[in-house]
């Protein structure tokens, strides 16, 4: 089978054409970047082995695993991230929880931050690699994810702190900013159908997805440095519940962000300073 053939069997299947090109590209050992080689080897042959690899990925895609899962990688604000089904796969819609969170630490130079809920790391690794001066925390209650959130700060050479626990619970010190993207999608959502691949526990939040978020809302004032942000990604209808839960904390400042779809994806507010 050809280059050719083989992206033709995997539209066959039912694949997105971009989706094909990643996989063969990852089946053949090569860069995702580089799918204009396929165009200019449309003709060479593939080796047995990578041809049956490819197949076999193509068939895990149609029946709906994830690519990133498929291709153990997944680009994140820049940073190439190795994701499994231990952990959520990073969407672009967080980028906008990285930003704001830069936006309300600019100035503050060695600020502290603790993630929580950090699954892959993608949030603290982020906010790592944009600000190396500050210091990171990331907890999670899994520690299958902690796993693979400290291969990708070792392969990534970024220094973060890991700790396994479940929210703030036990956590010393108070920081500068509180960043959170915890599961919010109501346990009986229909959407979750179409994200069985994925880790339910990251994903389920009692039967209105709040139930962690008004955690972590609960607890964050006795964590927080006078002044400080808490930020906290969310579902898409929930803006308006999550600022009103803030507001009734004693948060200050409390807005929302809308994400790439104009969506408001994260709400926060800050601390009011002593």
């Given at each position: 089978?050809?280059?050719?053939?083989?992206?033709?069997?995997?539209?066959?299947?039912?694949?997105?054409?971009?989706?094909?090109?990643?996989?063969?590209?990852?089946?053949?050992?090569?860069?995702?970047?580089?799918?204009?080689?396929?165009?200019?080897?449309?003709?060479?042959l593939l080796p047995s082995a990578e041809e049956?690899?490819?197949?076999?990925?193509?068939?895990?895609?149609?029946?709906?695993?994830?690519?990133?899962?498929?291709?153990?990688?997944?680009?994140?604000?820049?940073?190439?991230?190795?994701?499994?089904?231990?952990?959520?796969?990073?969407?672009?819609?967080?980028?906008?929880?990285?930003?704001?969170?830069?936006?309300?630490?600019?100035?503050?130079?060695?600020?502290?931050?603790?993630?929580?809920?950090?699954?892959?790391?993608?949030?603290?690794?982020?906010?790592?690699?944009?600000?190396?001066?500050?210091?990171?925390?990331?907890?999670?209650?899994?520690?299958?994810?902690?796993?693979?959130?400290?291969?990708?700060?070792?392969?990534?050479?970024?220094?973060?702190?890991?700790?396994?626990?479940?929210?703030?619970?036990?956590?010393?010190?108070?920081?500068?900013?509180?960043?959170?993207?915890?599961?919010?999608?109501?346990?009986?959502?229909?959407?979750?159908?179409?994200?069985?691949?994925?880790?339910?526990?990251?994903?389920?939040?009692?039967?209105?997805?709040?139930?962690?978020?008004?955690?972590i809302i609960a607890q964050a004032p006795a964590?927080?440095?006078?002044?400080?942000?808490?930020?906290?990604?969310?579902?898409?209808?929930?803006?308006?519940?999550?600022?009103?839960?803030?507001?009734?904390?004693?948060?200050?400042?409390?807005?929302?962000?809308?994400?790439?779809?104009?969506?408001?994806?994260?709400?926060?507010?800050?601390?009011p300073p002593h």
């Amino acid at each position: 089978m050809s280059v050719a053939q083989a992206l033709a069997a995997a539209l066959a299947l039912g694949l997105e054409r971009l989706d094909a090109q990643l996989l063969l590209l990852h089946a053949l050992g090569r860069h995702d970047g580089n799918r204009a080689w396929l165009l200019t080897h449309d003709r060479d042959l593939l080796p047995s082995a990578e041809e049956a690899h490819f197949m076999a990925l193509c068939r895990r895609r149609a029946a709906g695993e994830p690519l990133a899962y498929l291709s153990g990688h997944q680009e994140f604000r820049g940073l190439d991230l190795l994701v499994d089904p231990r952990v959520l796969i990073p969407r672009p819609d967080t980028e906008t929880l990285v930003d704001w969170a830069l936006d309300v630490l600019a100035g503050h130079a060695g600020a502290t931050v603790v993630d929580l809920g950090t699954g892959s790391g993608a949030i603290a690794l982020a906010l790592k690699h944009a600000r190396p001066d500050l210091h990171l925390c990331a907890i999670d209650a899994s520690g299958e994810a902690l796993s693979v959130a400290r291969h990708n700060a070792q392969r990534l050479r970024l220094e973060v702190q890991f700790l396994q626990g479940c929210w703030l619970d036990g956590v010393p010190g108070r920081f500068h900013a509180i960043v959170s993207n915890p599961p919010y999608i109501a346990a009986q959502d229909p959407h979750l159908s179409a994200l069985g691949h994925e880790p339910r526990q990251a994903l389920t939040s009692g039967t209105q997805g709040l139930d962690d978020l008004r955690h972590i809302i609960a607890q964050a004032p006795a964590h927080l440095e006078p002044g400080g942000w808490l930020l906290l990604e969310h579902g898409y209808d929930q803006a308006a519940v999550v600022r009103s839960l803030l507001i009734d904390k004693g948060f200050a400042h409390v807005q929302s962000r809308r994400d790439l779809s104009g969506i408001e994806r994260c709400s926060g507010g800050q601390w009011p300073p002593h």
